[in-house]
């Protein structure tokens, strides 16, 4: 029975290799080549059924059947198995293109471009768009076909997470012509694996409750093992302060108070209606890093821009990161003026023979997407704040440069064309009252012309309040540095106990309370603004992350108050995180195959799985310490790994929880619930890593305490892989997570 047990986790790990090469060959070679030599061979078909087959033997010769839940849990996984086979076996996927007046289709193309005959013949009817409301942004796509079965009838509508079937045959909303008459459909038959994998996704949910709540589970076990009940120092918090900058003088702009009332103009901005104080905000911080200048607010830069152009011209306020672009532009230090653009032989970084074009390409568009922003803020061409009825009574935005609709009653065309420039005039007269008073009516012109598609004014004033309380980059530098000294001081504190206690504890714990409050107030924000849960990309996923972060801080901080400095360090890589792509990215409407209540299910348990899996890392980094630098560091690491064990339990169920959600999804949206996407493919080995640590019966080694905390350290690449080196270097569909 040992070759068995050696077989079945052998093959495991057999398979975990050929994953992670097939990831990386994907990227060097294309899905092809990595479908054909591995994902699409036999071999690792064969390889997936010896380790199915000799585990269930083994499950079966330790007799793992008494104890219900853990075996029905194993079970599950096995159906889940034999589904992915049935559907592998049975099932075929292909697309087919229809457009309206066409004859009806009878085949559909396969994933390997061969025609596949229908039993039925597939016409379509009707398309529409549907647009999110005062928008030109995509809401949904909607097919109306119609099937025709040998005389009989029947129509249906396909759009995105909205499938049809039909005969077992599913119809999936997959692309659509530009001109509005044709739509491509994803068609994917697969009448017994889809039912018997759901199967096994019911039974991983059941047995995982079960687990948890079943008197002798040894998650239960370990909740009581005596190691919990040995008292730990407690965690000391130092804090530090930070010296406010010293401004100089700041160049012409507009009093707070008037760049206020501009900013509570109305705008079409990135497919949506928002306050311009968005845009300024967003302006400011893509142009200089921050979201302030001088002691100026966003709204007073981004006017000073569109009224003081001359001025703000010579003003170094545009950060240059590149020190090739810093040189080329001769600066000195990271902050360009406009000025520094231009030189005798005109725009510097044009046809610039000192820079490698291919090389600094990204840095190259960075700064002239910069330039450019400036020159459609001076032009006034960003500034869509004019709404106008146009054909179909549709309302469309228009700034005070473009064309205006040509049936335009003549007093509107009017108002648009020259109510800016009587604002610049007052300005000039530095009349803030006056100025005030045309903004006002400019905003009433806004709102009686585009009040249907204008969003509600508490929504509006929602917006305006998140836009004044995000500052994530200087809360993720304070929890950093709180943090690390934190984690310092208790380390000196474990290996030089003091006697006594104390509940300076609590200071650290109430701030993290209101950080928790803060982020959460920050998220549901940004949620109530944008009409959807913001967990679509990078920056909102780890914004949630943080928040998860504190929360399982509190849950954890009883057994282990060391667990104080791991909430501040992760809760602060979190948001530093967030921040490192792109600033706070623009709220946008959601894309329509995102819109399903699903992703947010996906996303949110995935989250909380990475939070819980970077705590077991952080404290196998305390064991390997204590072991460097105590004598009775026994006891210590024994604690730290019974702990590390507890957590890991619902982080792995709540991995596998989350990778199966995401098929669910993935099935719905797509027509197939898994795809050998890199990000689907390392979520898979993280699953199969760290679940290795759940079976020290089997796997002796785990036993250790050391080895099982240098594992849980090594163990969390993985996580890293999955979540940023698929979305910086693997790519795939998954890149925007």
Known sequence: MKLIKRIAFGSAGLLVLMMMLATFLEKIQGTDTAWSVIYGSPVFTTIWGIMTICAFAYLIHRKLQRDFFTFLLHISFLIILTGALTTRLCGKQGSIHLRMNDAPASTFITSGQNKEPLPFQVQLHDFRIDYYKGSFAPMDFTSRIRIDDNGTQTEGEVSMNRIFTYRHYRFYQSAYDKDGRGTTLAVSYDPWGI??????????????????????????????????????????????????????????????????????????????????QTLAKDFTMKLYGKTSYKGLTAEQVFTGWFFYYDDWKAEPVIRIKSKEIQHALGIKGQYASLNDFFGTEGYKLKDNKEINETKYKRELNEANEKFNLISMTATGSILKIYPCRTEHNRISWFAPVDDLPQDLPDDQWLFVRKSLGLLSEQVMKKDDAAIIGLTDKIREYQQKTALEVLPSDARFDAEKLYNRLDYTKPLAMACLTIGILSFLFYCRRVSRPLYGKTRLHIFPLIALGIISLYLITLISLRGFVSGHLPLSNGYETMQFMAFCVTLLTFLFYRKLKAVIAFGYMLCGLALLVAMLGEANPPITQLIPVLASPLLSIHVVTIMIAYSLTAFVMLNGIMAIVLRHTRKDYQDAIVRLQIISRIILYPAVFCLALGIFIGAVWANVSWGRYWGWDPKETWALITLLIYTAALHPASLPAFRRPMFFHWFAVIAFLSVLITYFGVNFILGGMHGYA
């Open 195 to 276: 039912g018997i994998t759901y199967t096994g996704y019911a039974l991983l949910l059941f047995s995982i409750l079960g687990f948890f709540f079943q008197k002798d589970s040894m998650f239960r076990q370990l909740l009581s093992h005596p190691a919990l009940h040995n008292k730990t120092a407690i965690l000391c918090i130092a804090l530090s302060s930070f010296l406010p900058g010293m401004a100089s003088e700041a160049p012409k702009h507009l009093s707070r108070e008037a760049a206020s009332e501009i900013g509570n103009l109305y705008i079409y901005y990135h497919d949506r209606i928002c306050p311009l």
